[in-house]
């Protein structure tokens, strides 16, 4: 028989199908500092193809997370920053970054 998810783990849930994944927290946490252009995206995160980088983007913008500037200019200039909305997850990477940072030095320490 399966078990329901709780109300509380729904929340976390709901939360990790919007930013979970290899890619959409490394990109949000780039977008943190920066309004960047998909090559600084791309060279940021590293080792991220440019299929699944435009992938994440476009899941990230339609969730209203990231916003997409066109400039209408040859070549095509195309940047990527956080929306006021995004900003609300800002609290949760640095909570991240800080946990990654006492895991590391605790890894090192066994």
Same mark, same amino acid.
Request: proline share 4%.
């Given at each position: 028989m399966k078990q329901q998810i709780s109300l509380g783990c729904s929340?976390?849930?709901?939360?990790?199908?919007? %930013?979970?994944?290899k890619w959409k927290p490394l990109i949000m946490f780039l +977008?943190?500092? &920066?309004?960047?252009?998909?090559?600084? +995206?791309?060279?940021? %995160?590293?080792? %991220?193809?440019q299929k699944m980088l435009t992938q994440q983007l476009? &899941? +990230? &913008?339609?969730?209203? +997370?990231?916003?997409?500037?066109?400039?209408?200019?040859?070549?095509?200039?195309? &940047?990527?920053s956080i929306t006021s909305y995004g900003k609300t997850l800002i609290p949760v990477f640095k909570t991240m970054h800080q946990w990654g940072l006492v895991h590391t030095?605790?890894?090192?320490n066994l």
């Open positions: 929340s976390v849930k709901t939360t990790l199908d919007v %930013i979970g994944g +977008l943190t500092k &920066e309004t960047m252009r998909f090559s600084e +995206l791309q060279k940021g %995160i590293g080792g %991220i193809t476009r &899941e +990230l &913008e339609s969730d209203k +997370l990231i916003s997409r500037k066109v400039y209408a200019q040859v070549p095509p200039k195309v &940047e990527y030095k605790h890894n090192a």
